[in-house]
C-alpha cells in the first residue's frame, strides 16, 4: 500500500492553488459587477448621488482598487483558458501543471505593463 503523503487532500500543487485562485478572483469580479451595477443605476435615480460616487472612485485608493481588479480579472481569464484546455484537450490533462506556470508568468507580464502605467495615474507622474 503506497505512503499517504500528509497535508491537505490536494497537496497544495499547482492545481489546487489554481481551484482556489479561480473561485476568489471570480467571486471578487462578482462582487465588483454587483456594485458596478448599484453605483451606474445611481443616475436615473439621483444624478447628485451617482456624482458624489463617482468622486469617491478619484481617490488613490481607488486607484489602487483597479489594480487589484484587473490583476483579478487577468489571472481569472487566463485561468479560464487553462480550465478549456485541460477539460477538452489530451494535451491540457497532460500539461496542466506547466500550463499553470504560463498562466501565471502571462499574468505577470500583464500586470508589469499596467501596474508602472497605472501608479503614475494614481499619483500625479501621468497624463
Partial sequence: MPKRVA????????????WVLHRITGTAIYFFLLVHILDTSLVRLSPQAYNAVIDTYKQPIMGLGEIALVAAIGLHALNGIRIILID????G???????FWVVVTLWLLLLAGFVPR???HIFGGGA
Fill in 93 to 99: 490533462a497532460k500539461h496542466q501543471r506547466a500550463m
Fill in 7 to 18: 497535508g491537505t487532500l490536494y497537496r497544495g500543487r499547482e492545481g489546487m492553488w489554481s
Fill in 88 to 91: 477538452f484537450s489530451s494535451f
Fill in 118 to 120: 497605472q501608479l503614475m
